[in-house]
């Protein structure tokens, strides 16, 4: 399979999916020791679950775009917490991935040479009032509030996988001011973000999408964009660990 230079594939994983828990144990296979370490630290066990499918599903998803087997990917934390690609096997593309995960689903987004981050959340999770006015811009609460009551839950759920799809497409993490960039979601359109002074980017090189990729879960995805937006394809799956 060509790597996706002109486009960003994204795969998405069911924990809950018959034949990914029947590979769980082979996908442990494919881990690195400093990662079993980590995932030891979890109380529970969907939380490990999640790690593994995770780290399987970025370096298949590598290994499908480059023929280049599963386990010569390496990837490391950054200081800010984000797995992201160690040392790359010689002759590979300018590969860039980025890894979301919640109860229930994992999504991994591949792209060549281009900011990218993903952020999937589950809509059933409980929400205290507050966080909006927490993590949000005043116009994203004011938006947000100014909407029908019965609706502001599953459109926090917008706001807040947009944010998050920027602030890891950044590198970032919390040292982005949440309220210094602002959605503005458009019926029929593709949302787009605007930007505080103070924050140094370029609204007009920025593409978001976003998706259902089940019924409980949102997802949006952040690019860079260079020209002409690059479609953005969304397949679920389920890992294949070939060497």
Request: charged share 25%; with cysteine; aromatic share 8%.
């Amino acid at each position: 399979m060509t790597p996706p230079v002109d486009r960003v594939a994204v795969w998405v994983a069911r924990q809950d999916a018959p034949d990914v828990r029947e590979r769980l144990a082979q996908y442990e296979t494919l881990l690195t020791e400093e990662e079993h370490r980590r995932g030891q630290r979890f109380l529970h066990a969907a939380d490990r679950e999640r790690l593994v499918l995770g780290r399987v599903l970025a370096r298949t998803m590598l290994s499908h775009f480059t023929g280049t087997p599963p386990r010569s990917w390496s990837i490391v934390i950054d200081e800010r917490g984000r797995p992201e690609l160690g040392t790359c096997p010689e002759g590979t593309p300018d590969l860039r991935f980025n890894l979301s995960h919640t109860e229930g689903l994992v999504a991994c987004a591949v792209t060549v040479g281009r900011e990218v981050g993903v952020d999937v959340e589950h809509i059933n999770r409980r929400i205290t009032h507050e966080v909006p006015e927490r993590f949000f811009s005043a116009q994203e609460v004011a938006d947000l509030r100014a909407l029908p009551v019965d609706e502001q839950d599953v459109v926090f759920f917008d706001y807040w996988t947009l944010k998050e799809s920027y602030i890891k497409a950044r590198g970032l993490g919390l040292a982005l001011p949440l309220g210094q960039f602002t959605f503005v979601r458009r019926a029929g359109l593709a949302p787009c973000i605007e930007f505080a002074p103070e924050l140094h980017d370029d609204a007009a090189s920025w593409q978001f999408a976003q998706f259902w990729p089940t019924r409980n879960h949102r997802m949006a995805v952040a690019v860079r964009r260079f020209g002409n937006d690059p479609p953005i394809e969304v397949v679920e799956v389920v890992p294949e660990v070939q060497e």
